[in-house]
């Protein structure tokens, strides 16, 4: 007999925070970590709870093994996607409940990474599952989870952030870098951008987007010289100012009526990588923003 549905709900909600952060993790996807975990609960509710003596370990297993079946199809996806890939972009305030470690180099850090390689990181190193609970979720044995956890570990670690920028300083870069891209003020960008920047543009085939990462401050400068030239100079609204995925950047209101995200890598007090989202299908969960300024005009 399954214990009552109350039951079900109240011990599942203290662990839906995490198995998000989780599945998010392994997606790179707002809307399908959600589904994920809302199909977790179902498979919750529908089992006999009464003998399962770790919750956690056994929902961690079943979002786990959801994605990873999500996974086999998105690669073959990924592999026509059209112009870079980004993950979806996560806003400072719908990161209260997840860790700052979310920053989009470490995110598409993990995209590099097999669904094997990317799980067995995740469950060890980021959320502190022993190798025995991560070979029961990958069916597994626990010597190739850790060879599996260390190949992760090892390309992961070169994506890192090596230090977390001051939070004025990236608002002051933020604010700059606004200003010169949209007004195409040269002098300017050459003040804000390494030499080596690298720019990614990801409109899905969906927006125009440059269909493969910029490198070099004459390309990626050239991007923004173009797009100044094209709305003469005109400076988009700013829906939100903050962090985005642990890096700051900017939502703007795009000319299109549709919104997009701008993070910037910064280090040594130049911009290294400059992250754009255009996807729509990306930035469904920002749609507000974009409400709230029809009904501020």
Same mark, same amino acid.
């Given at each position: 007999?399954?214990?009552?549905?109350? +039951?079900?709900?109240?011990?599942?909600?203290?662990?839906?925070?995490?198995?998000?952060?989780?599945?998010?993790?392994?997606?790179?996807?707002?809307?399908?970590? $959600?589904?994920?975990?809302?199909?977790?609960?179902?498979?919750?509710? &529908?089992?006999?709870?009464?003998?399962?003596?770790?919750?956690?370990?056994?929902?961690?297993?079943?979002?786990?093994?959801?994605?990873?079946?999500?996974?086999?199809?998105?690669?073959?996806?990924?592999?026509?996607?059209?112009?870079?890939?980004?993950?979806?972009?996560?806003?400072?305030? $719908? &990161?209260?409940?997840?860790?700052?470690?979310?920053?989009?180099?470490?995110?598409?850090?993990?995209?590099?990474?097999?669904?094997?390689?990317?799980?067995?990181?995740?469950?060890?190193?980021?959320? *502190?599952?022993?190798?025995?609970?991560?070979?029961?979720?990958?069916?597994? +044995?626990?010597?190739?989870?850790? &060879?599996?956890?260390?190949?992760?570990?090892?390309?992961?670690?070169?994506?890192?952030?090596?230090?977390?920028?001051?939070?004025?300083?990236?608002?002051?870069?933020?604010?700059?870098?606004?200003?010169?891209?949209?007004?195409?003020?040269?002098?300017?960008?050459?003040?804000?951008?390494?030499?080596?920047?690298?720019?990614?543009?990801?409109? *899905?085939?969906?927006?125009? /987007?440059?269909?493969?990462?910029?490198?070099?401050?004459?390309?990626?400068?050239?991007?923004?010289?173009?797009?100044?030239?094209?709305?003469?100079? &005109?400076?988009?609204?700013?829906?939100?100012? *903050?962090?985005?995925?642990?890096?700051? *950047?900017?939502?703007?209101?795009?000319?299109?009526?549709?919104?997009?995200?701008?993070?910037? +890598?910064?280090?040594?007090?130049?911009?290294?990588?400059?992250?754009?989202?255009?996807?729509? $299908?990306?930035?469904?969960?920002?749609?507000?923003?974009?409400?709230?300024?029809?009904? /501020?005009?």
């Amino acid at each position: 007999m399954l214990p009552p549905d109350g +039951d079900a709900a109240d011990r599942f909600q203290p662990l839906r925070p995490g198995l998000v952060r989780l599945a998010y993790r392994m997606l790179g996807s707002i809307a399908e970590a $959600e589904d994920v975990v809302q199909e977790t609960y179902i498979r919750w509710h &529908q089992t006999d709870r009464s003998a399962i003596r770790e919750p956690g370990a056994f929902l961690s297993k079943t979002v786990t093994r959801l994605c990873l079946d999500i996974l086999k199809s998105a690669r073959v996806k990924r592999e026509t996607y059209i112009g870079p890939w980004l993950p979806e972009p996560v806003l400072e305030a $719908e &990161q209260e409940d997840m860790s700052e470690d979310l920053s989009l180099s470490l995110m598409m850090a993990l995209e590099r990474l097999s669904p094997l390689e990317r799980a067995a990181f995740l469950l060890h190193d980021v959320f *502190g599952l022993g190798f025995d609970e991560v070979a029961t979720t990958l069916d597994r +044995d626990p010597a190739a989870c850790r &060879q599996l956890a260390a190949r992760a570990r090892k390309n992961v670690r070169a994506d890192r952030p090596r230090y977390a920028i001051d939070r004025d300083e990236g608002e002051r870069m933020t604010d700059a870098f606004f200003a010169a891209s949209r007004s195409g003020d040269l002098t300017a960008l050459r003040n804000l951008l390494a030499e080596n920047v690298v720019s990614y543009t990801d409109g *899905g085939g969906i927006r125009n /987007a440059a269909l493969n990462p910029l490198f070099g401050f004459r390309r990626v400068s050239g991007l923004f010289m173009g797009v100044a030239r094209k709305d003469e100079g &005109q400076l988009p609204p700013v829906l939100y100012k *903050g962090l985005i995925n642990g890096l700051p *950047g900017f939502v703007t209101l795009e000319k299109d009526g549709m919104v997009q995200t701008t993070s910037l +890598d910064i280090e040594d007090g130049r911009i290294v990588g400059v992250y754009i989202v255009r996807n729509p $299908e990306k930035l469904r969960h920002l749609s507000d923003l974009a409400g709230a300024a029809d009904v /501020a005009n």
